[in-house]
């Protein structure tokens, strides 16, 4: 399964945020995406996600060579603050969302299962949503995310301000979930996006470029993509 | 000294210029039409300063006018027992004395003090005395056309007129004088901000002084009220030695203005804590339904306090004012005619009391606030079927909860017309009762529709919508309006159900047509 973005265009008054942008993301693989401040990372999820309309292009899956449209169950979008209905509790959440997606779930667990899976501690799981710590939240919002294993999964800075041992947690489950799925994860974090992903994707003049580690080592490769960031001047 | 006074006074005005800038490009037709790099076009920036100095000039005298107009002038008119110069002068002395320390502008923590102070870290003395001299002269300034005018036609010597904005000034000064020596003495600043329980206390004595005494009958004679505002002439001037000599201006302000930060956005944070808050904490709340049903009825029953509980306090209120009225009528028989009369004509009056007692603007933004903002970010949540089926049964819910005061409404009108004399024709109270229902169920479909149509929040939950903000007065003020229609019950009445039949069928037309497109988190 290939995921192609072509020709996708996206402007705010006089900046072009995304020009043009022609890429093929590949199946199985957590893709880091870095830029500058104001490079547009959140633009370009807004516009996969259709939460934006962008100016021009087209985005499809294309699967054993057969093109189709991009479903709304086919992306899931982790956000870095994580968003979750306050007034519900862990479990109630969770009943909900398998209420509404028991169709396109394949062998579903029980409730229990999925909190044990992401560990969440069982006295946690019928307190009110609002009253979970930001690690938790984090954890029920990439939980909802993952359960209906959507194709593909647009993480926006998703590990930042987890405490440690979260953020190992989730690292873990990351990699154990990349197969069958493309992964497109953007951090400032370069160590993170070096630990955790295949490819390193740059965000630069509107544009997505991959960085060819090819034969250098680990500190020649950040020297690259320091240095292909430090081009864009104006961020 | 001088530069301190252009300097700030630049940055005043360039903080004023492009918030008059930035509130142009949230009016929905102007934003397409204002360009993008608005801050640096010549002429709008030459329109807006001139009405930040305009607004420089409302500030010095249409609040002093109002001041005067209601508080000092307009209810020294109710005291007729006394001479006039006597009660304007008893009441603005009162006043003046709250104003001393509630209105000093010196120890007032501003946004622009904490650019100027802080940020840009000006020279704290010369920027505090050079903002509260301004603030002294706009004083006597502003005061000056009211004393002379209200208090002339009150019959208050000219004299004396032409002193009191200085006497005013010179009562401020000496407060600030003695703030200030006590914060040498112990430390502490005056807030204007978080004024002390005594301080409130002394406020509401020095009140009740202002305005009972007059009442009955007593006011100071003119020669006390007169010595006692000619007495803050000297203590100002001896006031201001210690005011322009005070060394800790700095430490004072630092203090004053270390909440400034905090304050910028602790609005938003008061909006979330109070929308949280609503969410009842009661364990036992649960629900057998599947689905959307199941999270409406967590929703709606976990908001029971804003929602029914209110809507029940508001029916039994109409109940209770309703049986007022057939009591009233019970009492004084006499009365009957008049409110027959008004029973036939008032219909249009009760659009306004129906958009104040509908909970709709109350369910939607709860629904935006602790479902729909973190819901919305997930794509099952988004898909057209979703939508459509949770718009259904949110409105069905609005719908029932705006009915019951509804009713109770109808109801107890259509008693009123029936014990005020009654009808020769039945179908008033039929049409009496539909139409009071018909109004209750517009506003329950127009915000909801509103709602989904513009959906005007960002996932920071900060409101975006130009046109949203404009449908909602567009909203208030027809309802207004209504309020001075007098019409016949049944021209009214007819007239009033089929629109709000029509409307709600083109309302749930365009929702089913556009939500799903439109009912996203703004970007």
Request: charged share 20%; hydrophobic share 45%.
């Amino acid at each position: 399964m290939n995921f192609v973005i072509e020709h996708l265009s996206k402007r705010f008054e006089l900046k072009t945020v995304l020009r043009d942008i022609d890429f093929t993301f590949q199946e199985g693989k957590i893709y880091g995406l870095l830029g500058r401040n104001g490079a547009g990372k959140t633009t370009l999820f807004n516009c996969l996600n259709r939460d934006m309309k962008a100016d021009g292009g087209t985005f499809y899956l294309e699967e054993d060579g057969v093109r189709r449209d991009v479903a709304a169950e086919d992306i899931g979008y982790v956000l870095s603050t994580p968003t979750v209905p306050e007034f519900l509790t862990g479990r109630e959440f969770l009943k909900f969302f398998l209420d509404i997606n028991r169709a396109s779930i394949q062998s579903p667990k029980s409730l229990d299962e999925y909190f044990d899976w992401m560990s969440i501690a069982p006295e946690d799981r019928d307190k009110l949503l609002k009253d979970y710590s930001h690690g938790m939240k984090n954890k029920m919002q990439m939980l909802v995310n993952i359960i209906a294993q959507p194709k593909i999964l647009l993480l926006d800075e998703p590990l930042t301000s987890l405490d440690v041992v979260v953020a190992e947690e989730m690292k873990q489950l990351l990699r154990s979930l990349k197969d069958g799925r493309i992964t497109l994860f953007s951090t400032h974090i370069l160590d993170l996006a070096l630990d955790l992903c295949d490819e390193i994707v740059l965000l630069s003049h509107g544009t997505l470029e991959v960085v060819e580690k090819s034969n250098l080592d680990d500190r020649e490769f950040k020297e690259r993509i320091i240095a292909a960031l430090k081009e864009e001047t104006y961020a | 000294m001088l530069n301190t006074l252009r300097l700030s006074f630049s940055l005043k005005n360039t903080y004023r210029v492009n918030s008059i800038l930035y509130s142009l490009r949230q009016i929905p037709l102007l934003k397409s039409l204002l360009p993008a790099a608005l801050y640096q076009v010549r002429g709008l920036k030459i329109f807006a300063n001139v009405l930040s100095l305009l607004w420089e000039l409302v500030s010095i005298f249409l609040f002093k006018a109002l001041y005067f107009l209601a508080m000092v002038w307009g209810l020294g008119l109710l005291y007729q027992n006394v001479p006039s110069p006597l009660s304007f002068l008893h009441i603005l002395l009162f006043l003046t004395l709250i104003g001393s320390y509630m209105n000093t502008s010196l120890f007032v923590p501003t946004r622009d003090k904490y650019y100027a102070m802080i940020l840009l870290r000006m020279n704290a003395r010369s920027y505090t005395l050079v903002h509260y001299g301004y603030a002294l002269l706009k004083t006597v300034v502003g005061f000056l056309p009211f004393t002379l005018l209200l208090g002339l036609e009150r019959g208050v010597p000219l004299w004396l007129c032409l002193l009191l904005p200085f006497c005013v000034a010179g009562a401020k000064l000496s407060v600030a004088a003695y703030s200030l020596r006590d914060y040498e003495k112990n430390g502490s600043v005056h807030k204007e901000n978080k004024l002390q329980k005594l301080v409130w206390l002394l406020t509401g004595v020095l009140l009740v002084l202002a305005y009972l005494p007059p009442a009955l009958g007593f006011v100071l004679p003119l020669a006390v009220s007169a010595g006692l505002f000619l007495i803050w002439i000297p203590a100002g001037l001896v006031s201001l030695r210690q005011v322009v000599n005070f060394r800790y201006y700095r430490e004072i302000n630092q203090e004053l203005l270390s909440q400034v930060p905090t304050q910028m956005d602790s609005a938003k944070k008061a909006t979330k804590a109070a929308s949280e808050k609503a969410i009842s904490a009661d364990t036992s709340i649960t629900s057998q339904k599947v689905g959307f049903e199941y999270l409406n009825e967590l929703f709606i029953q976990r908001h029971r306090k804003i929602l029914w509980r209110s809507s029940l306090r508001i029916a039994g209120i109409c109940a209770v004012l309703c049986c007022g009225v057939l009591l009233l009528m019970e009492l004084l028989p006499e009365a009957k005619a008049n409110i027959h009369q008004s029973g036939m004509t008032w219909l249009p009056y009760f659009a306004f009391i129906l958009y104040f007692i509908n909970r709709g603007t109350g369910f939607t933004q709860a629904l935006f606030m602790n479902c729909d903002h973190s819901l919305l970010t997930y794509s099952f949540y988004k898909q057209p079927g979703s939508i459509l089926k949770l718009f259904q049964i949110r409105l069905r819910e609005i719908m029932k909860i705006n009915a019951v005061p509804a009713l109770v409404l109808g109801v107890g009108l259509v008693l009123i017309l029936y014990a005020s004399g009654g009808t020769d024709n039945p179908l008033n109270y039929v049409v009496l009762l539909a139409s009071i229902l018909s109004m209750s169920l517009f506003f329950s479909i127009h915000y909801l529709t509103l709602y989904y149509l513009l959906q005007p929040y960002t996932a920071g939950t900060e409101m975006k919508s130009g046109t949203y903000r404009i449908a909602m007065v567009l909203t208030y003020v027809v309802c207004y309006l209504m309020m001075d229609l007098r019409l016949p019950l049944l021209v009214f009445g007819v007239a009033c159900i089929v629109f709000c039949v029509l409307y709600s069928m083109v309302a749930c037309i365009l929702v089913y047509k556009f939500a799903p497109q439109t009912f996203r988190l703004r970007t």
